[in-house]
């Protein structure tokens, strides 16, 4: 059972499931730091979880949690690992024998572990406040004042307000919703002096309000960066996934005056990913949003800024500035740019489907439904890694998952991990050679009808849910007549664009293009947009970290 005393301070919660020690630990901490912080003690990682999820809706702060290592159930590592999704900025601090120093030490690569402290810690002048000094200094120096909580009213079945629960979701800004038909939606709905008619209703923690928002008033409402400080920078980053994140913190990191712009949210298709397991240097896995979060935070704190919500639709380049033009008609300018725009799912053409998108039919992995996934058949098309990951997340809930590809195996486009899993999960089936002929409903996604590839075979099945992740549609029209392209859209860089090793027949330098650069000088392309590139999240932080040291190759060459 946790502990809690006044409400009104900063927390420090320990957890440790003997009750001596658990008592030792608040005790010492108490003596210590009870005057400036509150000390939340439990004595089991699930009652620890429930206090953090009670105290972020109240809106405290936690600033140091301590964790026992050997807990049954749920040890200190799986604890922390839960604990970072509610608190991401509280560091983080193993209690462990001095047998369990290896897998302390692993934990610092799985949660980002701060410190791990031996047992018995006496004397604590010694031992234990030295390292919680240290780490409330560091959490102090961080930015991570209590955010209020939005308030979003809306209906099951409403695309918007789908979207805006995945755009909030995406953007980590905390939201409680309510369904329109509960009585708390209906009293929220009437005290806006709304009627119900146009949804979603977004409620801010001052009381402001807004009825259907749109992406960029959303965004500015809630308290997001949509407009730059500067008219010129360094460096432009347009787009905000794995790529674009990379470039942002080298760039930064390294002095230049860095802006990432992101139309929708950081972090790209793999920032909607529930679990990513072969990213270098987390052998437990990481969620998208915990890789997003964390290289965000890193990019901002090197200084970079970030823009949300914000639609490019123009690139212009006059002698050595390269402009930017927003659909809003504003404009930044900068030295060099990075395209990482990344691609988006492909819309899966068949009749009804595009009626019922947001209602039932989703591109992507959209998270924030899966909670109502809980009990019902799920249908998923597509077998590269996205849509792999996608059927282990959801199957922890479903009742029955089904992944429907075109092909006859899932090996042509889906890593040998996740296919093991999937063949491992008893409620996940592959069924090859097949394809969604049409989708039925009124109001939301009610059937679908599935068609098998050699027979032309027919079979109508109920389903509520399904999930699109076929192909990907690089975002480059914008950059038609401006930057060379291939035949499918993704930008063209360096080698590939040589013919006979001779440059574009518009290239003015009397150098040859740079490995990732286009044709237009000091404009650079990075991750999935570019031609040819591995479509994997580790060769796409790869490529926006070379893609700043050939943007400083540039530089110092104009």
């Known amino acids: 059972m946790a502990q809690a005393a006044s409400p009104a301070r900063t927390v ?34 699930e009652a620890a979880l429930e206090a953090l999820r009670e105290l972020k809706l109240r809106g405290d702060q936690v600033a140091v949690i301590l964790a026992d290592y050997r807990m049954p159930q749920m040890n200190g590592i799986e604890f922390l690992e839960q604990a970072i999704d509610v608190y991401p900025g509280a560091r983080r601090v193993l209690l462990t024998a001095y047998a369990d120093t290896s897998a ?116 500015a409402l809630v308290g997001l960066a949509t407009t730059p400080t500067e008219d010129f920078y360094d460096l432009v980053v347009i787009g905000g996934g794995p790529a674009g994140l990379g470039a942002a913190v080298y760039g930064a990191s390294e002095g230049l005056r860095t802006v990432l712009v992101e139309r929708s949210a950081t972090g790209g298709q ?14 437990d896995g990481v969620s998208g949003a915990q890789l997003t979060d964390r290289a965000r935070r890193q990019a901002t704190r090197f200084g970079a800024e970030i823009l949300t919500a914000r639609e490019v639709i123009g690139l212009d380049v006059t002698g050595a500035s390269r402009t930017i ?154 950059l038609e007549g401006t930057v060379l392209r291939d035949a499918r859209g993704f930008i063209m860089a360096g080698p590939d664009m040589t013919l006979d090793g001779q440059p574009p027949a518009d290239w003015e330098l009397d150098r040859p293009p740079y490995h990732l650069e286009t044709n237009v000088p000091g404009v650079f392309v990075a991750g999935d947009a570019r031609a040819e590139s591995a479509k994997r999240v580790a060769s796409a932080v790869g490529e926006g970290a070379m893609a700043v040291m050939l943007v400083h190759r540039y530089l110092e060459q104009s």
Request: aromatic share 8%; hydrophobic share 40%; proline share 5%.
């Open 270 to 283: 793999a920032g909607q990913s529930s679990r990513i397991e072969n990213y270098l240097g987390f052998p």
């Open 325 to 478: 033009r927003f659909s809003d008609g504003s404009a930044i300018a900068a030295h060099s740019v990075i395209l990482a725009t990344g691609v988006s799912y492909r819309q899966l053409e068949a009749p009804g489907l595009a009626d019922l998108t947001g209602c039932g039919v989703f591109y992507g992995s959209a998270l924030t439904e899966a909670a109502a996934c809980q009990g019902h058949d799920v249908y998923i098309v597509g077998g590269a890694n996205s849509a792999g990951q996608a059927a282990m997340f959801l199957a922890r809930g479903a009742k029955s998952v089904t992944i429907l590809i075109r092909g006859s195996s899932l090996s042509a486009s889906m890593s040998a991990y996740l296919i093991q899993q999937i063949a491992d999960a008893p409620n996940i089936s592959v069924r090859p050679g097949t394809v969604v002929e049409a989708a039925h409903g009124s109001d939301h996604l009610e059937q679908l009808t599935l068609r098998d590839v050699e027979s032309g075979h027919t079979e109508l099945v109920d389903a509520q849910w399904i999930f699109v992740f076929i192909g990907a549609a690089p975002l480059t029209d914008w």
């Open 104 to 219: 302390a030490i692993d934990a610092i690569n799985v949660i980002d572990l701060d410190h791990y402290l031996l047992k018995p810690w006496d004397p604590p002048e010694e031992k234990l406040y030295p390292v919680v000094d240290d780490l409330l200094d560091a959490w102090r120096a961080s930015d991570y004042r209590p955010v209020g909580v939005c308030k979003v009213v809306g209906h099951r079945w409403s695309a918007r307000s789908s979207g805006v629960r995945e755009f909030l979701a995406r953007n980590q800004v905390p939201y409680r919703w309510y369904s329109s038909d509960t009585p708390e939606g209906v009293r929220l709905l009437a005290a806006a002096g709304q009627d119900g008619e146009r949804l979603p209703l977004v409620i801010t923690p001052d009381g402001t309000s807004l009825v259907e928002p749109e992406d960029p008033d959303l965004a």
């Open 12 to 45: 420090i919660l320990t957890v440790d499931d003997d009750p001596g020690v658990s008592r030792a630990v608040a005790r010492d901490l108490r003596r210590r730091y009870g005057e400036a912080y509150r000390i939340v003690r439990a004595e089991s990682g």
